[in-house]
């Protein structure tokens, strides 16, 4: 069965410093989202992607924040300088925008911890 | 603006027990209902949905029904396993292909 997928699993990094986290969504899927679950707290939107380019993003998705897709598989999420509360568990979605099936799929997610 | 208000947790019960944790929410317009559950040290899988008023979500035992007169989408299962010992979250999808709004989750612990 497809899945999305996230590398890496963990990831460790000092405060002001530049991650970035990467997913590979379904691959015949066109909508690409990232949430993000800080510990204990609920999931929260951060972007959706479609056809290149933003088409919705969250009060928490500043300038620190920015969204690619390098090549036809790949779908990264960029923090420019980490602050420590953006560690969090950063999870990827995809759905399929073809057929009217809005279900997002969930990667297993990007243990983040800025120190 | 659009939420989901799911019943806090944790929720421990012993195998065989009969499970419902509540999710009720507030939405303009007509939103598809989610359950995902998160086992632990993954990610969040799809469990069930509903799309529609009165529609029934089921899958590997557990069943939902939207709930459009109490604004519920209230998750249950006749008899659990500890295998179902998870965080379920409650989600609201208003329409297209726009962000997911999530419950606050709720943690099951289910004992042998």
């Known amino acids: 069965e497809p899945e999305v997928t996230q590398t890496p699993s963990h990831q460790v990094t000092q405060m002001g410093q530049e991650v970035i986290l990467r997913c590979v969504p379904i691959?015949?899927?066109?909508?690409f989202y990232w949430y993000r679950q800080i510990l204990g707290q609920k999931v929260e939107f951060l972007v959706s992607f479609y056809n290149n380019e933003i088409s919705e993003k969250s009060e928490i998705f500043d300038d620190q924040f920015s969204v690619e897709r390098p090549d036809g598989s790949n779908f990264t999420l960029k923090i420019r300088s980490t602050k420590l509360e953006d560690s969090a568990m950063y999870f990827c979605?995809?759905?399929?925008?073809?057929?009217?099936?809005?279900?997002?799929?969930f990667g297993p997610g990007t243990r983040l911890l800025v120190l | 603006g659009d939420s989901v208000t799911q019943m806090e947790g944790p929720v421990t019960l012993s195998e065989e027990a009969f499970l419902t944790i509540n999710c009720t929410y507030t939405?303009?317009?007509?939103?598809?209902l989610f359950w995902y559950v998160q086992y632990p040290g993954e990610g969040l899988q799809l469990l069930l949905k509903a799309t529609k008023a009165d529609d029934k979500g089921s899958n590997k035992g557990f069943e939902a029904t939207y709930r459009k007169e109490t604004t519920s989408f209230h998750l249950e299962k006749g008899s659990v396993q500890v295998s179902d010992s998870a965080v379920y979250f409650c989600?609201?999808?208003?329409?297209?292909?726009?962000?997911?709004?999530f419950g606050a989750g709720t943690r099951l612990a289910v004992h042998p």
């Open positions: 939405a303009t317009g007509y939103p598809s």
């Open positions: 989600a609201l999808g208003p329409g297209g292909y726009n962000k997911l709004i």
């Open positions: 691959s015949n899927h066109l909508y």
């Open positions: 979605a995809s759905s399929d925008g073809t057929s009217g099936e809005e279900t997002q799929y």
